[in-house]
């Protein structure tokens, strides 16, 4: 399987136009065939850096039809600015690799303007190693919190609890129109003996209106 990452992870960076990012491939072996994660990384990496190196190669071949005037400008001063001294090439390599732009920028230039691949693919080998190991460690947290919470929400005995609880509660409160329905009142109630049909509250309330009455006689007196 790990040679399996190798080439998945050397053909997407080798057409990086309609292909996904080689970390994304990477994690979804991990997490599908659960290997190691330190044999992912050291399959994968080197399969994505010899597939960005190959395309550095073809790409000025097809620069004048896939790239526009004004962007193939810029991308040749990049390059210019590639081929300076080591340290400070490497320096920018391994900083722009480290970030979350894409690379595909990066060595159309370098192919462009003909950079030496010791500018180039050394620190993006070291680069991409560190942002790969970030990213596939956090879609293989990501992709466990997903699969225990997939098992804890269908799992059978969440399932069956469930279906207990919806019976329990249908023999409890009973359907609206029999069980825990409002109870309708008898209409002869209410012409026969009127006062004491519950059409609406009280005429009077004694507790209510004991301290108004006791007010009014203190004041009559």
């Not at 590639?82 to 390599?93: G, N, S």
């Not at 080998?125 to 956090?138: E, P, R, W």
Request: aromatic fraction near 10%.
């Amino acid at each position: 399987m790990y040679l399996v990452v190798f080439v998945a992870s050397l053909g997407v960076d080798l057409i990086p136009v309609v292909a996904p990012p080689a970390w994304t491939i990477m994690a979804f072996l991990l997490v599908k065939y659960r290997l190691n994660p330190w044999g992912v990384l050291a399959a994968g990496v080197p399969g994505s850096a010899l597939g960005r190196y190959f395309f550095s190669l073809y790409i000025p071949k097809f620069s004048d039809k896939v790239v526009a005037r004004r962007k193939k400008e810029e991308l040749t001063y990049v390059g210019k600015r590639l081929d300076k001294t080591l340290w400070r090439t490497w320096a920018f390599v391994l900083a722009y690799t480290l970030t979350p732009l894409s690379t595909t920028a990066l060595f159309t230039a370098a192919g462009m303007t003909r950079v030496n691949a010791l500018h180039v693919v050394p620190p993006f080998l070291v680069g991409k190693f560190i942002s790969d190991a970030a990213m596939i460690a956090a879609g293989r947290y990501a992709a466990g919190d997903v699969t225990d919470l997939v098992h804890g929400v269908f799992s059978l005995k969440s399932v069956i609890i469930g279906a207990v609880t919806l019976v329990q509660k249908r023999l409890a409160c009973g359907s609206a129109s029999v069980n825990g329905s409002t109870p309708r009142i008898d209409p002869r109630m209410t012409r026969r003996r009127p006062k004491r049909s519950p059409m609406g509250p009280p005429m009077s309330v004694p507790a209510a209106t004991a301290a108004r009455n006791r007010n009014r006689c203190s004041c009559a007196l």
